[in-house]
């Protein structure tokens, strides 16, 4: 058995059905022009109380588009309908808006699946079935790796062709909720992982991860750490646990044979970069020996939806920096702010500082292990050449080195590390 991911675009639907055998479990996602018509259609019935029928005309032409068989435009207009009614439901009645966007992207995805599924003639199965979440008494959700396995083992047939709409799971309340960053691509990887499959291939638009050939799961997590890989390093830690190799293709060109993620020998030392960051740094006396301080400040900004995308404390535990979205800034001020108004730990005298403009540069790769100089090398080139260092980490595995520069140094630090 091969477990492979697709995104399904009107343009690929047809080497997506030709690449699915009986040997194939599909786990299909919708592209993001369908899902942000969609998201537009929730925005615009759930805060502006409008109705979405220009949206709801493009969803219906667009797959329509997928397949002519009466039989898939029975399910398409069935489907479609439960979508037009939930939004209406949603006009009314006072719910969340991320849980209608979660049960109609869903129902998206399922969408997609379908038109797959009626070229292949295989098995569909529903994936908010097999993903189990649960969430605690503070309504944090949890992903139920245990229930989730036993489901995909129940479930999922051992001959295919089978299609499972990706992404998307199930609370135990039965609200649909999105899985994680990447739920389709993990999803894959948690199937072929459990079924023991021969191998996980993710489909993509790109030369696989930067036209490298081979990585080992570490090196491919870090790399995919950052904005610009074609898919979390989420995806990558099922196949890990099961030591199944993954394959990153290109879904349309086949110059390139695709990269292989697998326990194999390490690539070489490579650099990643991110943009569009900033770094916020709060310090002062208040943080000075006080238990619970960086646990208070990353749990406010968990609350409110902001991502870290890097850490560095000192030892004197005079300051806490880290690095959020430029898009979060405005977020991250106002929970700070409400944190520390409502925190007696933290006198007036402590602030926020908020750096804009930086990005973050890492350098990683397992050859770096265990190889004395590696920092020095790093910090003395950029030194050299004029670029200022903001803040740095690295971490314990000696696989990466992080480095916060100003965001016009980023460009001329990655050419020079990776020349």
């Known amino acids: 058995m091969i477990v492979k991911s697709f995104l399904l675009k009107q343009d690929t639907i047809k080497s997506i059905s030709a690449l699915c055998g009986k040997d194939t479990v599909a786990v299909i996602r919708p592209e993001k022009k369908i899902e942000n018509i969609l998201r537009e259609a929730v925005r615009k019935t759930?805060?502006?109380?409008?109705?979405?029928?220009?949206?709801?005309?493009?969803?219906?032409?667009?797959?329509?588009?997928?397949?002519?068989?009466?039989?898939?435009?029975?399910?398409?207009?069935?489907?479609?309908?439960?979508?037009?009614g939930y939004l209406r439901e949603g006009m009314y009645v006072i719910t969340s808006e991320i849980s209608i966007q979660d049960y109609v992207l869903?129902?998206?995805?399922?969408?997609?699946?379908?038109?797959?599924?009626?070229?292949?003639?295989?098995?569909?199965?529903?994936?908010?079935?097999?993903?189990?979440?649960?969430?605690?008494?503070?309504?944090?959700?949890?992903f139920d790796w245990v229930g989730s396995r036993q489901q995909i083992k129940d479930r999922v047939p051992e001959e295919g062709p089978v299609v499972i709409p990706g992404g998307y799971g199930r609370l135990d309340s039965g609200y649909v909720v999105r899985v994680g960053k990447d739920g389709a691509h993990m999803m894959?990887?948690?199937?072929?992982?459990?079924?023991?499959?021969?191998?996980?291939?993710?489909?993509?638009?790109?030369?696989?991860?930067?036209?490298?050939?081979?990585?080992?799961?570490?090196?491919?997590?870090?790399?995919?750490?950052?904005?610009?890989?074609?898919?979390?390093?989420?995806?990558?830690?099922?196949?890990?646990?099961?030591?199944?190799p993954i394959l990153v293709k290109d879904i349309q060109d086949n110059s390139f044979e695709g990269t292989i993620i697998s326990t194999g020998s390490a690539h070489?030392?490579?650099?990643?970069?991110?943009?569009?960051?900033?770094?916020?740094?709060?310090?002062?006396?208040?943080?000075?020996?006080?238990?619970?301080?960086?646990?208070?400040?990353?749990?406010c900004l968990a609350k409110v939806g902001v991502n870290v995308r890097f850490i560095a404390q000192t030892s004197s535990e005079y300051s806490i920096s880290f690095a959020v979205r430029n898009a979060d800034k405005e977020s991250t001020q106002e929970a700070l702010r409400g944190l520390f108004q409502d925190n007696p730990l933290l006198p007036l005298d402590d602030v926020v500082v908020v750096n804009k403009e930086v990005g973050i540069v890492t350098v990683?790769?397992?050859?770096?292990?265990?190889?004395?100089g590696t920092s020095g090398k790093v910090f003395g080139l950029l030194g050299a050449s004029g670029i200022n260092i903001i803040a740095s980490a690295q971490g314990g595995e000696e696989l990466s080195i992080s480095l916060v520069l100003e965001e016009q140094d980023v460009d001329k630090a990655v050419k020079l590390l990776k020349a």
């Open 46 to 84: 759930i805060r502006e109380k409008k109705s979405a029928r220009e949206e709801m005309e493009q969803v219906k032409s667009y797959f329509a588009a997928l397949s002519s068989s009466a039989a898939y435009q029975e399910k398409a207009s069935q489907i479609i309908s439960s979508i037009e």
């Open 106 to 142: 869903a129902r998206c995805a399922r969408l997609c699946a379908e038109a797959v599924n009626d070229r292949v003639r295989g098995v569909l199965i529903d994936g908010t079935e097999l993903m189990l979440c649960h969430a605690d008494a503070k309504g944090v959700q949890h």
């Open 188 to 244: 894959a990887s948690l199937i072929g992982a459990t079924l023991k499959a021969e191998s996980i291939v993710f489909f993509i638009e790109g030369r696989g991860i930067d036209g490298i050939p081979a990585m080992t799961y570490d090196e491919a997590a870090h790399f995919c750490s950052s904005a610009h890989a074609p898919f979390a390093s989420s995806a990558i830690w099922p196949a890990k646990n099961g030591e199944i």
């Open 268 to 299: 070489k030392t490579d650099v990643i970069w991110d943009k569009d960051l900033t770094l916020v740094t709060v310090y002062g006396t208040g943080l000075l020996g006080r238990v619970g301080m960086s646990s208070s400040i990353f749990s």
């Open 364 to 372: 990683f790769g397992s050859r770096m292990r265990n190889l004395p």
